[in-house]
């Protein structure tokens, strides 16, 4: 994902994060396939589908294959990429611009992880720590 101003321009937005978890589970498909796949529990037009995939591909989150009649969209990147991406993203900004309570609400909320998630985060700043040495 590329770099922004704010980061909140880097989350999705409802409706976009709808639509790419119909694109993660189909893999490729048509605005058609998804509008499908999103008109079973709401009621949506197909024209706001096709804008926000077009708007998503914009974004670089969808690639667009547009040799057939109907284009075709497959994710650019996976989910879980997305998610790093954007938490990254999302904390570097708060990191840069309210250090403290940043890092105080993250301590807290460690504290409300399990063992595993928090033996990692350990190891993470021990590593980074090497690091700076």
Do not use: C
């Not at 709401?42 to 591909?57: E, S």
């Not at 670089?60 to 040799?67: N, V």
């Not at 989910?79 to 990254?88: C, I, N, S, T, W």
């Amino acid at each position: 994902m590329t770099r922004r101003n704010e980061p909140l321009e880097t989350l999705l937005g409802p409706l976009e994060q709808e639509v790419m978890d119909v694109s993660w589970r189909l893999g490729d498909a048509t605005v058609r396939d998804v509008h499908d796949e999103l008109a079973k529990v709401r009621g949506i037009a197909y024209t706001t589908v096709m804008t926000t995939m077009a708007r998503l591909a914009s974004k670089g989150l969808l690639e667009r294959d547009t040799a057939g009649l109907a284009h075709r969209y497959r994710p650019a990147i996976s989910r879980e990429e997305y998610a790093q991406a954007a938490v990254g993203d999302v904390l570097s900004w708060l990191f840069e611009r309210y250090p403290e309570p940043a890092a105080a609400y993250l301590a807290d909320v460690v504290d409300d992880v399990d063992g595993v998630t928090l033996d990692e985060l350990r190891a993470a700043v021990e590593r980074r720590r090497s690091a700076e040495r």
